[in-house]
DNA sequence: CTGTTAGCGCATTCAC
DNA sequence: GTGAATGCGCTAACAG
């Protein structure tokens, strides 16, 4: 490999013009320039940026701990990151944390040792965000998609109670009034405001939220399905169900229809998150949207502000959800 | 942010010293120690992994080429590389090729500038195995789930002619006698291996597989779909198709049951990849699946050789692939 | 056992 | 414009 000082040899300049003509620092005369850049491409040399990030005292790196990269909520949200993150220069460490507390721990004290530039949380847990308070002067930060209780935390995140009213007023203007919810966990927060907005959206139009229509679940497939077959096992069927995610919408629409049941004829379905999967299952799941890639633009500029140091009004910056209204949702039959 | 000579001070010892507690190397007084280990803590005093990088020449640090993380297959294997590497102590840059042939050069550049010990690559172009050929004498490298046309390449890959050939034997032996492939690109080399595969399965049974019976797809949902909806025009429908991937599939059965076909019953489907949705979806889809764990594992282990120096006598490992039976495959109506 | 020192590769003063 | 010298934080070689 490689070093400044073999570029300088062989130009015939010192280290410090082959720096400068690195970086387009200075000024340098066009002949040392050309001839610099000749030895360069000549060497194949490349910068050691450990060389640099030890020097200049950052790195242009950036880590970003997601909980599960193989959900495909945090996949997309880590592709745009990645995407947006690159484009300004950074180079990403992604770390999945696996929802596992101390997996987090330790990719935090791994970034800052790694000396990153700043730190990207998605969905990270109390304890971990306790654990990282202390280098929460030495580091720049943003949460994404997840508030924290901490004043001041730079977040980017969802209006949850907007989706979950979204939703509800959606199917009430189709008619419905007797509606169920499939919550995520409760001990979610996003969980509990999406089932708020729901509420409040079915009071707008006069309707109860009824206790044994709320059905708390856990984001996955075959908790909707497990949700759904509760509810057939009472034999009181709602017209309409609200799901906290697209994953358990598919379950609860699959065990509706293997109980001979048609959706959206027999019963409307509604998810969240709008995954690509939404527009190819059959029927093709109507669904509050989140704009993840506006998520994760708004999360990288607002990094990329703190990171360079500049003056940041707004730290706490809230993306509205939209409905995306596609075939698992219709007018009740009438009764 | 302390560094070591703020420790050294605090502890009234040298810098030597209290690398050689953080490193456990060589001797030090157990008083001195503890000393250190206290300054440590109370300056809350994290190496600079930077310094030591340039300092050992080595980083920990391994980079992961995908071509697509939000594709399941490689978010699964991108789970697996970063939990394998993580455990032996490597941090990970997850680098999203998204399929690009430029992005995938700058990567391959951003990685070797940061000194990355070794990198894995997942199915990349052969323009940047050639670019990355200028490298590959400098760090060590292992191919995932692509062939190189590289000699001596290190590469952990899947037998996909097994893969196909297994497919073909499961419906041959559940009477199938008509029978189509619905492929990917032909011009990836694993799509030829898995069609020759399902053609000799075929062929061992007296069973030609005709051409009208091959449909060339896209490994996308919509491509599955299309590619039935293709032999359903023809009017001369097969009793049994195999897709190369799970999505696929997911799209055959689907264009199948939109026109009023039953699956199993009037038409078997068998995917490849063996997704976690293919146990969720209905009816489950019997499909060939990939080790993903085991070609992570697999490769983190060679990689860790290669890194390490050790002599790697056997560096091309060829992973079997396996047959998940579920509800999607049944006997032929009888004609 | 322990401290002093050199140097990894680079950007950045400061003289000239 | 340019080069020599310094130091980022660390480990390793060496001397004691």
Same mark, same amino acid.
């Given at each position: 490999?490689?070093?400044?000082?073999?570029?300088?040899?062989?130009?015939?300049?010192?280290?410090?013009?082959?720096?400068?003509?690195?970086?387009?620092?200075?000024?340098?005369?066009?002949?040392?320039?050309?001839?610099?850049?000749?030895?360069?491409?000549?060497?194949?040399?490349?910068?050691?940026?450990?060389?640099?990030?030890?020097?200049?005292?950052?790195?242009? #790196?950036?880590?970003?701990?997601? =909980?599960?990269?193989?959900? $495909?909520?945090?996949? %997309? @949200?880590?592709?745009?990151? *990645?995407?947006?993150?690159?484009?300004?220069?950074?180079?990403?460490?992604?770390?999945?944390?696996?929802?596992?507390?101390?997996?987090?721990?330790?990719?935090?004290?791994?970034?800052?040792?790694?000396?990153?530039?700043?730190?990207?949380?998605?969905?990270?847990?109390?304890?971990?965000?306790?654990?990282?308070?202390?280098?929460?002067?030495?580091?720049?930060?943003?949460?994404?998609?997840?508030?924290?209780?901490?004043?001041?935390?730079?977040?980017?995140?969802?209006?949850?109670?907007?989706?979950?009213?979204?939703?509800?007023?959606?199917?009430?203007?189709?008619?419905?009034?007797? #509606?169920?919810?499939?919550?995520? =966990?409760?001990?979610?927060? $996003?969980?509990?405001? %999406? @089932?708020?907005?729901?509420? *409040?959206?079915?009071?707008?139009?006069?309707?109860?939220?009824?206790?044994?229509?709320?059905?708390?679940?856990?984001?996955?497939?075959?908790?909707?399905?497990?949700?759904?077959?509760?509810?057939?096992?009472?034999?009181?069927?709602?017209?309409?169900?609200?799901?906290?995610?697209?994953?358990?919408?598919?379950?609860?629409?699959?065990?509706?229809?293997?109980?001979?049941?048609?959706?959206?004829?027999?019963?409307?379905?509604?998810?969240?998150?709008?995954?690509?999967?939404?527009?190819?299952?059959?029927?093709?799941?109507?669904?509050?949207?989140?704009?993840?890639?506006?998520?994760?633009?708004?999360?990288?500029?607002?990094?990329?502000?703190?990171?360079?140091?500049?003056?940041?009004?707004?730290?706490?910056?809230?993306?509205?959800?939209?409905?995306?209204?596609?075939?698992?949702?219709?007018?009740?039959?009438?009764?």
């Amino acid at each position: 490999m490689p070093s400044i000082k073999d570029v300088a040899k062989l130009a015939g300049v010192s280290i410090a013009t082959v720096s400068r003509v690195i970086n387009n620092s200075g000024k340098v005369s066009p002949e040392k320039r050309s001839r610099v850049i000749e030895a360069i491409e000549k060497l194949n040399y490349q910068p050691n940026l450990l060389a640099r990030g030890l020097r200049q005292q950052k790195t242009r #790196l950036v880590g970003c701990l997601v =909980p599960d990269v193989e959900n $495909l909520v945090f996949a %997309r @949200l880590a592709k745009y990151l *990645e995407e947006f993150l690159s484009a300004r220069g950074y180079s990403v460490i992604l770390c999945n944390t696996n929802n596992d507390k101390n997996k987090e721990r330790n990719y935090l004290s791994v970034l800052v040792q790694r000396k990153v530039d700043g730190i990207i949380f998605s969905r990270v847990s109390d304890e971990s965000i306790l654990f990282m308070s202390s280098y929460f002067r030495q580091v720049p930060y943003v949460v994404l998609d997840r508030t924290l209780e901490i004043e001041f935390a730079p977040t980017v995140k969802l209006d949850n109670f907007l989706g979950g009213f979204l939703a509800a007023r959606h199917l009430v203007e189709l008619g419905h009034r007797c #509606l169920a919810c499939v919550t995520g =966990p409760l001990k979610i927060r $996003l969980c509990r405001e %999406r @089932l708020e907005g729901f509420r *409040e959206g079915l009071k707008v139009a006069g309707i109860d939220l009824r206790n044994e229509y709320i059905v708390e679940s856990d984001f996955k497939i075959n908790g909707g399905k497990e949700a759904a077959l509760r509810m057939l096992a009472t034999g009181n069927l709602p017209t309409a169900v609200f799901a906290h995610n697209d994953m358990m919408a598919f379950g609860v629409m699959q065990a509706f229809r293997s109980e001979g049941l048609d959706i959206p004829r027999d019963i409307s379905v509604v998810g969240f998150d709008n995954i690509p999967l939404c527009e190819v299952v059959s029927p093709s799941l109507t669904t509050v949207a989140q704009p993840f890639e506006e998520m994760a633009r708004l999360g990288v500029e607002l990094l990329d502000s703190l990171i360079r140091g500049e003056k940041v009004t707004q730290k706490v910056m809230v993306v509205k959800p939209y409905l995306v209204i596609r075939s698992s949702t219709a007018p009740p039959r009438v009764a």
